[in-house]
């Protein structure tokens, strides 16, 4: 079963208005972490964002916030006051249990950002 | 700031030869994680090694193994190269911090098979 799922293949979005990137997860671990990646054409995997499962508020990192809701199992990425450089590959990624495990990738988004 | 450092950037290999990337980690995190993204994929685990010991393993094909050196630098060695080999491995390293641990990717190196 896929663990990370993101139905969005893309998105487009006009010049500074907000979009959301969904995401759900599947997990039975209690301990797990979320992490959204931007990666733009030249491929670098860039940190946005994270969550964790114990976090009691939203986590926010200037326009990136992200919207976790634990009973539905999803951890959506808003972008507000979207620029033209925030055209890229979007991917929410899961890290089950304490410490360092591996993440695990959804396909990813891509969004697109229209002048 | 001190970034992940892949090398090389680029690589071009024939089927059936062998290649070793290498990954030097941010100073003084002890854990080294190697992900492969095939062409418009999203990027799977490979192997990750804690303070020099393996410690997950992912879908690693038997002919790539990787070990992490006494400095923390990391290698991954790919024999017997396929044309599916080809694709960007990231490398990615993160401190232990109890149970928040970001992992910090490295640029990728791309690697393509002929």
């Known amino acids: 079963a896929q663990k990370i799922t993101q139905t969005q293949p893309g998105m487009f979005v006009q010049e500074k208005e907000a979009v959301t990137l969904d995401c759900t997860y599947d997990?039975?671990?209690?301990?797990?972490?979320l992490f959204w990646y931007k990666q733009p054409s030249s491929g670098e995997m860039i940190f946005l964002i994270y969550?964790?499962?114990?976090?009691?508020q939203n986590a926010t990192e200037g326009r990136y916030s992200l919207n976790f809701q634990k009973a539905r199992k999803s951890a959506n990425l808003v972008i507000s006051a979207s620029q033209l450089g925030d055209s890229a590959m979007y991917f929410c990624?899961?890290?089950?249990?304490?410490?360092?495990?591996?993440?695990?990738f959804g396909k990813g988004t891509r969004l697109s950002v229209i002048a | 700031a001190a970034g992940v450092i892949q090398s090389p950037r680029h690589l071009i290999k024939e089927k059936r030869e062998t290649a070793t990337l290498k990954c030097y980690p941010i100073?003084?995190?002890?854990?080294v994680y190697w992900y492969q993204q095939g062409p418009g994929q999203d990027p799977q685990f490979l192997i990750s090694?804690?303070?020099?010991?393996?410690?997950d393993k992912g879908s690693i094909p038997d002919r790539f193994s990787a070990q992490q050196f006494s400095d923390y630098h990391s290698e991954l060695n790919m024999s017997s190269l396929e044309l599916g080999d080809s694709a960007l491995y990231f490398c990615?390293?993160?401190?232990?911090?109890?149970?928040?641990?970001?992992?910090?990717f490295g640029p990728g190196t791309r690697l393509t098979v002929l």
């Open positions: 090694f804690y303070e020099k010991m393996q410690s």
């Open positions: 997990t039975s671990d209690p301990s797990y972490g």
């Open positions: 969550q964790g499962s114990y976090d009691q």
């Open positions: 990615a390293s993160s401190p232990d911090r109890g149970s928040y641990n970001e992992q910090f």
């Open positions: 100073p003084r995190h002890d854990t």
């Open positions: 990624a899961m890290r089950e249990g304490p410490g360092n495990t591996p993440l695990v």
